[in-house]
């Protein structure tokens, strides 16, 4: 089925370790985003990619990278892991950017849910 | 800056009863404002959106929500709830400071009692 697909769906990691959460959508959607959902905070947004070869910081980008790699393709990392990134993680895309009937039908991926112990 | 409040942490409904989820946002222009989804374990879906026109607006599985700028409000409703209804629910506007991105409430957990 069309969507977002993200992996790995469950991680666990020390403090201080590095690792990548991967992004994929088969819509030929236009934009990506990264949100983390902590309780009673609601999904905050990291980072986002108007298009490809673009990224912006949105409300918490300290502590995390992101890369578009193409088209489909936008991975987050954590270079240095701390407890406080412990969280859901979700992937999004949608069709463009500034578009009120294409860019807001945000399309989510199922969540990678990341432990830094 | 654009925010979203969504007052109701849990909620607990009886399976048939009619529902109200409240959200209040602030912004000085016309909002586009969503409701979404998230069931547990699962990522959001998109129950439904306002951008212009009808203040009442019809989404999927029976929920609406009307627009009420005087109150700053998009409250969502369904008349008669099922079980299947429990979920956690956001309410999202969009943030023009972080170019046009979704803005999200704090969420919504509903819970139905049969």
């Known amino acids: 089925n069309a969507g977002v697909t993200q992996t790995p769906k469950f991680q666990v990691l020390k403090t201080g370790q590095s690792m990548t959460l991967q992004c994929a959508q088969d819509?030929?959607?236009?934009?990506m985003y990264w949100y983390r959902q902590d309780p009673g905070m609601g999904l905050r947004l990291i980072y986002y990619?108007?298009?490809?070869?673009?990224?912006d910081k949105g409300e918490v980008p300290n502590g995390y990278n992101v890369s578009r790699l193409n088209k489909r393709e936008f991975s987050l990392r954590l270079e240095s892991a701390a407890p406080s990134q412990t969280s859901v993680y979700f992937c999004?895309?949608?069709?463009?950017?500034?578009?009120?009937?294409?860019?807001?039908?945000?399309?989510f991926g199922s969540g990678t849910r990341l432990t830094v112990v | 800056a654009q925010s979203v409040t969504q007052p109701d942490i849990h909620i607990t409904v009886s399976e048939g009863a009619s529902l109200e989820l409240r959200c209040n946002y602030s912004y000085g222009a016309t909002p586009y404002l969503f409701w979404y989804v998230q069931s547990p374990g699962q990522g959001l879906q998109l129950l439904l959106k306002y951008f212009s026109g009808d203040t009442l607006v019809q989404g999927i599985k029976g929920f609406e929500a009307e627009f009420k700028r005087s109150q700053s409000s998009f409250n969502l409703r369904k008349p008669s709830v099922h079980w299947s209804d429990a979920a956690e629910y956001f309410c999202a506007v969009v943030a023009m400071e972080y170019g046009n991105k979704l803005v999200f409430g704090a969420g919504t957990i509903l819970r139905v009692k049969s």
């Open positions: 990619s108007a298009s490809e070869g673009t990224t």
């Open positions: 819509m030929n959607h236009n934009s």
């Open positions: 999004a895309s949608s069709e463009g950017y500034g578009n009120p009937t294409g860019t807001y039908g945000y399309t």
